[in-house]
C-alpha cells in the first residue's frame, strides 16, 4: 500500500504563488501520478498528471499557470501554482495508481483570498 503525504497549501492573495509537494512511502515510477481538487459543492477534478513515463496533462483552467513535476529519486509530487485565482480554492489531493491499484492523499487546502 502507497500512502501519500501533501503538504504546501496555504492562504495566498490572487496572484500569488504556492507550491504543493506530495511525497510517497514508496517509489512510485511506475505508476502515473496526479493532482485533483474539489471546491466546496463541486465534484473532484483533475487538476494536473504526469504518466510513468513523462507526459503531462492539464486541466484548461490552470494551463500555463500551473506545472507539474515529479522526482522519482525522491518519491515527491510536485505542483508549482502560479497567478492563483479564487476559484482556484479548493482542497488538492495527490493521487497515484496502476493497474488495479489507486492512492490518495488526505489532502491540503488552498485559499485564494484578497
Known amino acids: 500500500q502507497v500512502q501519500l503525504v501533501e503538504s504546501g497549501g496555504g492562504s495566498v492573495q490572487p496572484g500569488g504563488s504556492l507550491t504543493l509537494s506530495c511525497t510517497a512511502s514508496m517509489n512510485t515510477f511506475l505508476m502515473d501520478m496526479g493532482w485533483y481538487r474539489q471546491a466546496p459543492g463541486k465534484q473532484r477534478e483533475l487538476v494536473a498528471a504526469?504518466?510513468?513515463?513523462?507526459?503531462?496533462n492539464y486541466a484548461d483552467s490552470v494551463k500555463g499557470r500551473f506545472t507539474i513535476f515529479r522526482d522519482n529519486a525522491r518519491h515527491t509530487l510536485l505542483l508549482q501554482m502560479n497567478s492563483l485565482k479564487p476559484e482556484d480554492t479548493a482542497v488538492y489531493y495527490c493521487?497515484?495508481?496502476?493497474?488495479?491499484?489507486?492512492?490518495w492523499g488526505q489532502g491540503t487546502q488552498v485559499t485564494v483570498s484578497s
Open positions: 493521487n497515484t495508481r496502476g493497474g488495479i491499484y489507486n492512492y
Open positions: 504526469v504518466t510513468s513515463g513523462g507526459s503531462t
